[in-house]
């Protein structure tokens, strides 16, 4: 929730200062990090639950689920700058403060726990 209030003020901001397709890339970056973000929430559960029979398995997972994710921002960003011609720098502050608000929300987290 936290990614998406970031990326919708992100997309706001840009929207009050400019044109309107420099918010949509704004939101088509936040929507590339809030899938990563769930990838990597999913991939980490298949690993956890495959640690118990198997951890060198599950190293696989986490391994193969970085690459996984790192293809596919490469191609929505291909997708993005490429085929739609969204405006860059919206798009990647939509992309890098959604994914700055997922790291410190996760260090947030980690604190609460220990």
């Known amino acids: 929730m ?12 840009f929207r009050l200062a400019s044109q309107e397709w420099q918010s949509v890339s704004a939101i088509f970056g936040m929507l590339t990090s809030i899938v990563i973000t769930l990838m990597l929430g999913f991939g980490v559960n298949r690993a956890k639950n495959k640690a118990q029979d198997d951890p060198k398995a599950s190293m696989g997972i986490l391994y193969l689920g970085a690459v996984q994710r790192f293809l596919l921002v490469l191609s929505f960003f291909i997708v993005g700058l490429a085929i739609l011609k969204l405006d860059p720098m919206a798009m990647t502050l939509g992309f890098a403060l959604t994914q700055f608000a997922y790291v410190f929300n996760i260090r947030k987290f980690n604190k609460r726990i220990h």
């Open 2 to 13: 936290i990614q998406i209030a970031i990326g919708l003020i992100v997309a706001a901001g």
